[in-house]
């Protein structure tokens, strides 16, 4: 049974950072063929993809956090970062965690929520 178990989140004000954790168990070593990816979803707004970065290490980012986001990812640690810096209250949302090989095999954290307000 494969778990993505995300940590990191919290209450910021504008300009702070956070960094995020994705942490993935029962998958072994196939975790190095898995792209990982973040999600948010704002509250009462559909989820969108934030950053995503493939088994090889291409990365792609959501306009909105370009410059700001950073994704990366640990294979022997088997887990995943989102380190997001200058935060805006737009960034709030919950923040979740997917793993996949293709759409039929990918799993998703339980979430974790972000908070930026003044």
């Known amino acids: 049974q494969v778990q993505l178990v995300e940590s990191g989140g919290g209450s910021v004000q504008p300009g702070d950072s956070l960094r995020l954790s994705c942490t993935a168990s029962?998958?072994?070593?196939?975790?190095?063929?898995?792209?990982m990816a973040w999600y948010r979803q704002p509250k009462e707004k559909q989820r969108e993809l934030v950053a995503s970065?493939?088994?090889?290490?291409?990365?792609r980012y959501t306009d909105s956090v370009k410059g700001r986001f950073t994704i990366s990812r640990d294979n022997t640690n088997k887990a995943a970062y989102l380190q997001m810096d200058s935060l805006k209250v737009e960034d709030s949302a919950v923040y979740y965690c997917?793993?996949?090989?293709?759409?039929?095999?990918?799993?998703w954290g339980q979430g974790t929520q972000v908070t930026v307000a003044s």
């Open positions: 029962g998958i072994g070593r196939m975790f190095e063929f898995y792209a």
């Open positions: 997917n793993a996949a090989t293709n759409v039929n095999n990918t799993y």
């Open positions: 970065i493939t088994y090889n290490g291409r990365i």
